[in-house]
């Protein structure tokens, strides 16, 4: 299997998955039509007028209950298989949910080829991680990194019975799954792990920036080097708006009761290794998944939702800081002129028309940036309904983090 190409591997562990051939025993990830869990309490969408609400299977219903369950298992390391990882350890709040690193490491050390994605309005996105057209929703997605092999994340394979009886010893996750899952004999199930994680993600919700306060009226909540940057990043000049557009800035999004939903993916000339559109063998995009030649490259476009606190950029965490990324389009490409990755970008016959390049002048360049930065919803990295519930320091330590670090200030000056 480890002598594979990447592609052959990714179809093999798709199609595992598929079939529910990661587990032990008899237990398997057949998510029935049956709708998991009832409550009391009905789940209440706290959203803009702007705003609608996500899709949510029928299967697997919102319910505080759950929510509740799938925060505690999103940051229990004892839902990995050795014990030393949880969901949050590639997806902390304080960064929107990703990790601040080029490239993800598992549990067992194992370094994955692209980055922990924002998890910021996921249940909003048409589909999910960098370039899998497949995966449209989370309980699809989830059952991934706990039960991949290529890379090993959660590394829960060959040990699906120990990390059960891990939750099963604990009153307090007995009584949450009860809880949850109360018309379930035994709730404490590997699909009722999978529901709880996929609500709880669902429920991450930030549509309290600077941005979204403008847009509802106040117009002391952009400086008006933001605004000056908003009007050049919905201009046809630069075309910023026709990737990253709509509520959650990203053309790949969904809502509930859309009619059509478009699942975009877009080769930005980050790499042309052959002159022909070339990108580096473990990381070719949507190519891996369609054996397309012409989807080699092809990447989702995500939101830009919290963008300033989500660095390092691009799927394989190749540029550091927004204003690299920012003269990378204004370059139409990216030019590497050394090393295994040689290529010009700019020229690659695979790359999206709406990469073009364009001109900016310094001023422009950091109006640019100050908008990019008013998309920071700071509520949303600090709110404790999202925070770890093993922390004895809590939000309040979140907080300090975020007070302590000068760029990431909330503009309340009004200027």
Known sequence: MRSSTRCERLRLAWAALSICCVLAGATCLVFS???????????VWQLPPNVPPPPVPAANPMTPEKFELGRFLFYDKRLSGNGTQSCASCHQQRLAFSDGLPQSVGSTGEKHP???????????????????????????QIPIPLFGEFPVEMGVVGKEQQVLDRLRADARYRRMFAAAFPTDRDPITWKNIVYA?????RGLISFNS???????GDERALSPEAIRGMRLFFSEELECHHCHTGFNLSAST????????????FNTGLYNIDGKGA??????????????????????????????????YMHDGSMATLEEVIRFYERGGRRITRGPYAGDGR?????????????????????????????????????????????????????????????????TSGK
Do not use: C
């Open 210 to 216: 600077p941005y979204d306060r403008y847009l509802a």
């Open 33 to 43: 039509a049956r709708p998991a869990g009832a409550s009391a309490r009905p789940w």
């Open 279 to 312: 990108y580096p063998p473990d990381n070719e995009g949507v190519k891996e998944v369609t054996n397309d030649p012409t989807d080699m490259g092809r990447f989702r476009p995500p939101t830009l939702r919290n963008i300033a606190l989500t660095a390092p």
């Open 254 to 265: 969904t809502f509930s009761g859309a009619v059509f939903i478009e699942r975009p993916f």
């Open 347 to 411: 020229f690659s016959p695979l790359k999206s028309g709406l990469v073009s390049g364009f001109k900016l002048t310094d001023q422009q360049r950091r109006d640019l940036l100050a908008f990019l930065e008013s998309l920071t919803d700071y509520t949303f990295i600090t709110d404790p309904r999202y925070s770890d519930p093993f922390a004895t320091e809590g939000a309040t330590n979140q907080r300090s983090i975020v007070n302590n670090a000068p760029s990431l200030r909330p503009n």
């Open 114 to 140: 692209r980055n922990a994605q924002s998890l910021t309005n996921v249940a909003w996105n048409a589909s999910l991680t960098w370039a899998n057209p497949l995966l449209t929703e989370l309980e699809q």
């Open 197 to 201: 994680l996929a609500t709880f993600t």
